[in-house]
């Protein structure tokens, strides 16, 4: 939901376009890159994510027209572009942008310290409070069409979190997903794809259920990154 596509990966994106519009030499992918090269990751990141901001990154986000970057690789860089930001000393025509990226990193502090120490009532209304304030200051830097569904679908997350006791894992819908495209890939006429994938992906469900040892339908023992990407 935020991150591989999702909200945190489009406001990058927009801050990093309006940046490179107000000739901010010192945010673009190159100068954010140089400052990246400087840290050091220790060896259990999975994903070190030096590479987000390299000329290669640069070239494919730019043929996308979108911040292309892994799961990790943004909960690992995020707190180290904060600080670059903390650090600079801007015009003020960057400072609704700022303002707007920052708060979705502190949105994303708070969903990771919900994964740490369990979810409480006053940590989930933090938590929405906190989405409604990255909303409205996203929506003050940027026009409204840059606004993805996953915008409203993230105000679900406090609700949720307050049902479960945590933020709600998504590794089912994920591994269903892959299931969907899996059938969609073997169909060679696209005029029945819909009815076709149906179909194949009834069946594969009923099967499932007639082998109850096999849990692959229980949603049990999945992590917190996966709501992010979500």
């Known amino acids: 939901m935020f ?15 309006c940046a490179k519009e107000e000739g901010m030499h010192c945010l673009s992918f190159q100068s954010i890159n140089t400052f990246m090269s400087a840290w050091v990751w220790p060896k259990c990141c999975g994903n070190c994510p030096k590479a987000c901001f390299n000329a290669k ?15 990790s690789e943004f909960l690992e860089l995020y707190p180290v572009v904060r600080y670059m930001l903390k650090s600079l000393n801007l015009p003020d025509a960057m400072t609704p942008p700022v303002n707007a990226i920052i708060a979705i990193f502190d949105v994303l502090d708070l969903l990771l310290r919900s994964a740490q120490s369990g979810v409480t009532p006053t940590l ?20 409204d069409d840059v606004m993805v569904p996953k ?45 076709s994938v149906t179909i194949a992906m009834l069946n594969h469900q ?21 709501c992010l990407q979500s």
């Open 151 to 195: 915008w409203h679908a993230g105000l679900h997350i406090p609700l949720q979190m307050l049902q479960r006791g945590r933020a709600w894992a998504v590794f089912t819908q994920e591994r269903k997903h892959k299931t969907y495209k899996e059938f969609a890939a073997k169909v060679t006429n696209p005029e029945f794809l819909e009815k």
């Open 206 to 226: 009923v099967n499932m259920f007639n082998e109850p040892s096999d849990d692959r339908h229980i949603n049990s023992n999945v992590g917190f990154h996966s």
């Open 57 to 71: 990154r640069e070239e494919s986000c730019r043929k996308a027209s979108k911040f292309k970057c892994g799961a």
């Open 3 to 17: 991150v591989v596509g999702g909200i945190a990966d489009v406001a990058m994106w927009c801050f990093l376009e």
């Open 124 to 143: 989930a209304r933090t938590v929405e409070a906190s989405m409604v304030k990255a909303m409205a200051l996203h929506k003050l830097a940027y026009k």
